[in-house]
């Protein structure tokens, strides 16, 4: 079993920066792949941006490219996404998720395990 624990939400104006953290704990040498999703009020799910458990592949939605950054430290078992010129639609319930299969599942969206979610407002 995996523990995901996100933190580092909160209220920010436009155009500013948040740092979110995902802390995982348990059996955490069987996640392949570690991603960022997003949930607004009245939306689907969507994905952010994933990580790989090496931290050399990464990949983001194109409304975040440029302004979103993931990475990981292995020694805390954490992956953080650093978000900067944050705008309105970017306000939403984030998640981390982590999946113990390889690309496909990430294509899939077929993860493993959840995280509770971080609420991210931007204030305009």
């Known amino acids: 079993q995996v523990q995901l624990v996100e933190s580092g939400g909160g209220l920010v104006q436009a155009g500013g920066s948040l740092r979110l953290s995902c802390a995982a704990s348990?059996?955490?040498?069987?996640?392949?792949?570690i991603g960022w999703y997003r949930q607004a009020p009245g939306k689907q799910r969507e994905l952010v941006a994933v990580?790989?458990?090496?931290?050399?592949?990464?990949n983001y939605a194109d409304s975040v490219k440029g302004r979103f950054t993931i990475s990981r430290d292995n020694a805390k078992m954490t992956v953080y996404l650093q978000m900067s010129r944050l705008k309105s639609e970017d306000t939403a319930v984030y998640y981390c998720a982590a999946t113990t299969g390889g690309w496909r599942s990430v294509l899939r969206d077929n993860y493993d395990y959840w995280g509770q979610g971080t609420q991210v407002t931007v204030s305009s």
């Open positions: 348990g059996s955490t040498f069987s996640i392949n792949y």
């Open positions: 990580i790989s458990s090496g931290g050399s592949t990464t």
